[in-house]
């Protein structure tokens, strides 16, 4: 089994060759939040059930998960606690045995690769959406062509007031596709989703902060966040003047100097997932 059929069809990608949103054509578009989790059940299990609930009379969103080789009781919890969920599609669970370390902009790419919205929505485990947040970006991209969860300071993202949030993107499909997705690239911890809002808009294209009072998270410290990365260093906050931020800021620095913005866009998030505890795999390859 593969994954055609979850793939835009698309021809050479460019910078003027991004196709129409479907998300400005449709009436109400499919909302996926995307959620990576490598033993993050300690969070997911307080935000999921609330986000659910904020969202409960929109008919029109979907969570996908993707378990990254967790080694804590996360396929277990979902399968026990979101039975209905996953029964109806509101909820679906993808489990990746092979990693050993975390490669956040893999496993993000999984996410929106799997995902079946036209708009696509990271959500880290540890954030909470707020209520009515797919109604809100649903409004916002009907002009816009992205939100982030960081502040735009001309050509950069920076951090918020709220820590943690700023790994919120949300981004028409069309627009991710066309992107080549996050950037594979970045090993360590950090940046990669800033780095995708600054892409766009070397691009062109128009985006805002996401609105405060849809963006809160469960605060925790750097212990978590580099638990399954080798560099323990992130610098986060700093304007990227060291650590693992500043040297994946600096990988984006180099491809921005030879005009490289755009990502290979046939090679991102590949590998096999399973589908809601299937024993059959799901095999994301290249895209033709």
Same mark, same amino acid.
């Given at each position: ?38 033993? *993050?059940?300690?969070?997911? @299990?307080?935000?999921? #059930? &609330?986000? $659910?609930? /904020? ?7 979907? =969570? ?98 709220? *820590?943690?949030?700023?790994? @919120?993107?949300?981004? #028409? &499909?069309? $627009?991710? /596709? ?7 690239? =970045? ?102």
């Amino acid at each position: 089994m593969n994954d055609d059929a979850l793939r835009p069809r698309l021809g050479p990608i460019g910078p003027t060759s991004i196709p129409p949103y479907l998300c400005r054509q449709e009436q109400r578009a499919l909302v996926s939040f995307c959620i990576t989790c490598k033993d *993050r059940l300690i969070h997911l @299990r307080q935000t999921l #059930p &609330r986000n $659910l609930a /904020w969202h409960q009379d929109d008919a029109e969103v979907e =969570f996908v998960i993707v378990n990254y080789n967790s080694g804590d009781e996360l396929q277990q919890w979902v399968q026990d606690e979101c039975a209905a969920e996953l029964a109806s599609g509101r909820i679906v669970h993808y489990f990746n045995p092979e990693p050993t370390a975390f490669h956040a902009s893999h496993a993000k790419n999984q996410a929106f690769r799997l995902a079946r919205g036209s708009i696509l929505c990271n959500l880290d485990a540890d954030n909470f959406t707020g209520p009515g947040f797919a109604a809100y970006v649903r409004e916002q991209l009907q002009a816009l062509d992205f939100l982030s969860g960081g502040v735009i300071e001309g050509d950069r993202i920076v951090a918020t007031n709220v *820590r943690g949030v700023e790994g @919120r993107n949300v981004v #028409p &499909r069309e $627009l991710f /596709w066309a992107l080549g997705g996050f950037d594979e690239q =970045f090993s360590s911890w950090g940046y990669e989703d800033s780095n995708l809002s600054e892409r766009m808009m070397a691009l062109g294209r128009k985006g805002r902060l996401i609105e405060e009072r849809y963006l809160s998270c469960i605060d925790h410290g750097d212990e978590l966040r580099t638990r399954h990365f080798s560099n323990k260093v992130t610098g986060r906050n700093t304007g990227r003047a060291f650590g693992s931020c500043r040297d994946n800021y600096e990988i984006w620095l180099q491809k921005k100097a030879g005009g490289s913005v755009v990502c290979a866009p046939d090679r991102f998030g590949c590998g096999t997932v399973y589908r809601n505890f299937a024993s059959e795999p799901l095999v994301l390859g290249l895209r033709p």
